[in-house]
């Protein structure tokens, strides 16, 4: 840039990788407990947008999902396995890592993990049951099932 400044550009949403999505996360005074360490159940939330930004970032709208044909589409948590390793604090950056293990049928199959730097805070197994817009299970498309399991 003209004046010196470099400017580096990240999306919001994180992005694709080798290994999966990648998505940083900050951690703010309201995900810690009184102890300062992060609160138990922030760590659903820093998962959560991690799933969620992968999606985006493969190209896949859930909210166009739903209204794509006259079934409807809606992925649902079914199954999430935790395994806490350490804890993270207010001021760190963590890294969420999303990746596909399995997608058909009626249901996905994701890794996630939440790091600080090299530092394994968090390993989760989630299991994403696939549903209609009545709560009926449906298969996944396979187009939808190829898209999510994508080489980067």
């Given at each position: 840039m003209?004046?010196?400044v470099h400017s580096i550009?990240?999306?919001?949403?994180?992005?694709?990788?080798?290994?999966?999505?990648?998505?940083?996360q900050r951690v703010y005074y309201?995900?810690?407990?009184?102890?300062?360490?992060?609160?138990?159940?922030?760590?659903l939330h820093f998962l959560e947008r991690g799933r969620t930004d992968y999606l985006r970032c493969l190209g896949v709208e859930q909210r166009e999902l739903i209204s794509a044909d006259e079934e409807g589409l809606v992925f649902v948590v079914h199954r999430m396995e935790i395994d806490f390793k350490s804890p993270a604090r207010m001021d760190d950056i963590l890294t969420v890592t999303t990746r596909t293990e399995?997608?058909?049928g009626a249901k996905m199959v994701l890794a996630?993990?939440?790091?600080?730097d090299d530092t394994l805070l968090i390993a989760a197994k989630v299991i994403i049951a696939v549903i209609n817009a009545s709560g009926r299970?449906?298969?996944?498309?396979?187009?939808?099932?190829?898209?999510?399991?994508?080489?980067v």
């Open positions: 003209a004046d010196g550009s990240h999306s919001i949403s994180g992005e694709l990788t080798e290994a999966g999505h990648r998505l940083l309201e995900d810690t407990d009184f102890s300062g360490l992060v609160y138990h159940a922030r760590y399995k997608a058909g996630q993990e939440i790091r600080r299970p449906r298969r996944l498309p396979e187009g939808l099932a190829r898209q999510m399991m994508i080489e």
